[in-house]
């Protein structure tokens, strides 16, 4: 019975001191997004297929998707804080085609069909550089990007399946308005390589209610120029709108 009590009460403090230690707020929430940009798809060995707009040739059109978003900080010295993401970024489109090239899909005329889904995983360490009214940090996100692009004909089907992994760096700066329960955020990733180029943004403002809740809202977009994201797959995409969530802070 002692040894069961000594744990219970080890346990008991371990928690208490944690709950000192870490504080972290979770966020989940949409993000209303119009694609605009292009992509090609070849064949290993083809000659290279020209870029097919998303929106004039895909069709692809605004839809909303999910964000979630888990940060948390300590005080212990040198360890970084940690923010984990993800996102989803997903269309859907048909359009009548002339001389069309994707894939093994070579010059066709008629309807195409076409669909993207990708996911985004972040895991993101960083420091507070500046705490206060103003707060600003830096780190460095990892980032794995995996999903596909389907077209299909009505003959033909090609999936360029991604998988990608890109470290970016990492900054925030939070401005707290005086007397006010709003805050006002800016935050960023960037990285640019021989063949990629990844970058997104968002602007927001913050309304903080009482037990640790609030909402948030902005504006956000995503960058992929990418090479790389899978064999014979060329991007050059734009993600941009509106986001809005539900945050809760602890």
Known sequence: MGGKKYIAVAMLGLTNLSAGIVQGEILAGTYYHSPSGNASYTLPGDIANAAVDLENTFGWKKENDILLQADFKHSLPFLPNLKIGYANLSHTGKNNTTDFFWGGIVSFDGFVSSSLDLE???????????????????????????????????????????????????GKTKVDIAGTPLSIECEANFVSTEETTFYDYEISARYTFGAGFGLEGGYKAFHLDSEELADGLKTDIDFKGPYTMLTWSF
Do not use: C, K, W
């Open 120 to 170: 985004l995983y972040d895991i993101t360490p960083y420091y507070t550089i500046l705490d206060g009214m103003i707060e600003a940090d830096l780190g460095i996100t990892l980032r794995n990007i995996n999903g596909n692009i389907t077209v299909s004909t009505f003959a033909q089907n090609e999936t360029a399946d991604v998988e990608s992994f890109a470290p970016m760096l990492y």
